[in-house]
């Protein structure tokens, strides 16, 4: 199926059955994204996470600015902001096309699945780049992704508030097909003593397949959970999640998409929290106070200051 030059999206038809060792491979593809540079500070942290198939950047769309990484134990964090709207922000550095699975709070951005690598999710064109902005409702709209406390976030209020502050991106490698070397030609009269010389040929070994991206994941059994979740919910928490938010105009397409193996080629992990955790964590750095000698009485001597 091809790819047209706009915003796509795809959902497996229902009731197809997929080849048992090729899935077809449905996906989202979508046109390439509005890319902002961002003059970052020379002793800023990077605003990105790069791998060799494609770079991750989370944007805070209120703010219209890159949020910096800061990475701490093997971990890598962005600040968020509570009630700002973000998108991720995927580039593709190849010259053929990638596949990328968007998870936000263990949820898939696509299918509202809990997440899995096997599921749908967005094909990038070459050297391409895509901006999720938000879950996708259909293929005309998505409900915009923003920061928000751990009750009013999409996953808490499903029932999943278990994977609640981080976001994934696992990118795959497109199968490409083989072509194989027509036979030489031999003569009628070399042909039957060849044929009746030879055995009968084996049939051709199947060909070895790989996972497809818009297969359906199964639903976890959500026995026992959701009453767990409504307990945690109903507890105070102060950690961040994802809202679902305002509903905008996103078009989207189904597209074919082969996947070259079964796993990820690569797998990004962002995690995100209020800047005050951070602080508190030592990820972030806090405010810097001039060294000084205390003073007992620091506003004296004061007198009326001029009015503004």
């Known amino acids: 199926m091809d790819v047209t030059p706009r915003r796509t999206d795809s959902v497996p038809p229902a009731g197809r059955a997929a080849h048992p060792r090729r899935l077809r491979a449905f996906a989202l593809a979508l046109a390439a994204a509005l890319a902002t540079p961002l003059a970052a500070c020379a002793h800023s942290p990077p605003p990105a996470v790069s791998t060799h198939l494609a770079t991750v950047e989370i944007l805070d769309r209120t703010d219209n ?36 699975v968007p998870s936000v709070d263990g949820v898939n951005a696509v299918t509202g699945e809990t997440a899995s690598p096997d599921q749908s999710g967005y094909v990038l064109e070459p050297y391409g780049s895509v901006e999720i902005a938000g879950w996708r409702k259909s293929l ?35 199968r490409v097909p083989v072509s194989y070397a027509p036979r030489p030609k031999i003569s009628a009269q070399r042909a039957e003593r060849s044929d009746a010389a030879a055995p009968a040929s084996a049939p051709a070994p199947a060909q070895e397949g790989a996972a497809a991206a818009g297969v359906l994941g199964k639903e976890r059994d959500a026995s026992g959970e959701g009453q767990r979740a409504s307990e945690e919910r109903k507890s105070y928490d102060s950690r961040l999640g994802t809202g679902h938010g305002r509903n905008e105009t996103s078009y989207a397409q ?7 193996s079964s796993s990820p080629e690569a797998v990004v992990s962002i995690r995100y929290d209020r800047r005050e ?17 205390p003073s007992p009485f620091p506003a004296w001597p004061g007198f009326v200051p001029d009015p503004r």
């Open 140 to 174: 005309a709209n998505t409900a915009a992704f923003y920061f928000t406390n751990v009750a009013d976030s999409y996953a808490a209020r499903t029932g999943r508030p278990g994977d609640l502050g981080v976001i994934g991106v696992a990118v795959f490698r497109e």
């Open 254 to 260: 189904r597209v074919g998409f082969d996947r070259a």
């Open 65 to 100: 600015t890159l949020l910096p990484v800061y990475v701490s134990g093997g971990d890598r964090w962005v600040v968020g902001t509570p009630g700002h709207e973000y998108a991720i922000r995927i580039r593709n550095h190849t010259g053929a096309r990638i596949l990328a």
């Open 277 to 293: 955790a951070l602080v508190a964590r030592g990820i972030v750095p806090g405010p810097r106070y001039a060294d000084r000698r």
